[in-house]
């Protein structure tokens, strides 16, 4: 099966500055690479995606790339703001039998400083 | 709206009950799946479903036990067996069909219900 390592585990920026999250996966056929942020006591919600034939996309102050050869992705949040403080979890999707599914690495608590 | 509903928010079991965790969604979603969810810990599967009358183990399978009746319910019931239930339980589901856009791809959560043995 597929394996997702995530890091770091914690990170504590200033308002204002930029995260980066970073994830490696070990299958070479996956090929969808969804994010999800969680507030405390709710569920994940997914914020960005990337599919394989794409490098980079960008939505506003979030952007996810992706590097296909090195199996690993990043997730960039600029001009962070107290409202992106979350659990950040990035997954990877992968064949199992004939259903897609997904794995999930360990999460990032993202901590932006007032 | 359509969405994913979990009940209840918030469960206390004694030791040695059986309890059932309600999953509800209303997106006519084909897949649906259980997570279970340590603190500082990432999500684990437990069980998953991809049609009706038919489901699937996960990672940590053990101590649980789901059913697929109906298309919009998946129930998992945590066991006597589970030795160690008290966690964060996330049921989500997903669109199965091949399709090539993220709302078809991407799993939509639901709130999730906290487990605790008291």
């Known amino acids: 099966g597929e394996n997702v390592e995530q890091h770091p585990s914690t990170l504590s920026v200033q308002e204002g500055d930029s995260a980066v999250i970073k994830c490696t996966y070990s299958?070479?056929?996956?090929?969808?690479f969804p994010w999800y942020k969680q507030e405390l006591g709710k569920g994940p919600q997914l914020i960005i995606d990337?599919?394989?034939?794409?490098g980079e996309k960008k939505d506003q102050r979030i952007a996810v790339t992706l590097n296909k050869t090195a199996k690993h992705f990043s997730l960039h949040i600029t001009e962070t703001q107290p409202e992106d403080s979350a659990v950040y979890f990035c997954?990877?999707?992968?064949?199992?039998?004939?259903?897609?599914?997904?794995?999930f690495g360990s999460g990032t608590q993202l901590t932006v400083l007032p | 709206d359509g969405g994913i509903t979990q009940s209840p928010k918030y469960l206390f079991r004694k030791e040695g009950q059986n309890v059932t965790l309600s999953c509800e969604q209303n997106?006519?979603?084909?897949?649906m799946y259980w997570y279970r969810q340590d603190p500082g810990q990432g999500l684990r599967l437990i069980y998953y479903?991809?049609?009706?009358?038919?489901?699937q183990k996960g990672d940590i399978a053990e101590g649980y036990s789901v059913s697929r009746e109906k298309k919009e319910s998946f129930p998992l019931t945590v066991t006597s067996a589970q030795k160690n239930p008290t966690a964060f339980y996330l049921c989500?589901?997903?669109?199965?069909?091949?399709?090539?856009?993220?709302?078809?791809?991407?799993?939509?959560f639901g709130s999730g219900t906290r487990l605790t043995v008291v």
């Open positions: 989500a589901s997903r669109d199965a069909s091949y399709g090539y856009t993220s709302e078809r791809y991407g799993y939509t």
């Open positions: 299958d070479s056929a996956s090929n969808y």
């Open positions: 990337i599919r394989s034939n794409v």
């Open positions: 997954a990877a999707s992968f064949l199992s039998g004939s259903a897609r599914q997904l794995t």
């Open positions: 997106l006519n979603h084909d897949a």
């Open positions: 479903s991809q049609i009706v009358n038919d489901f």
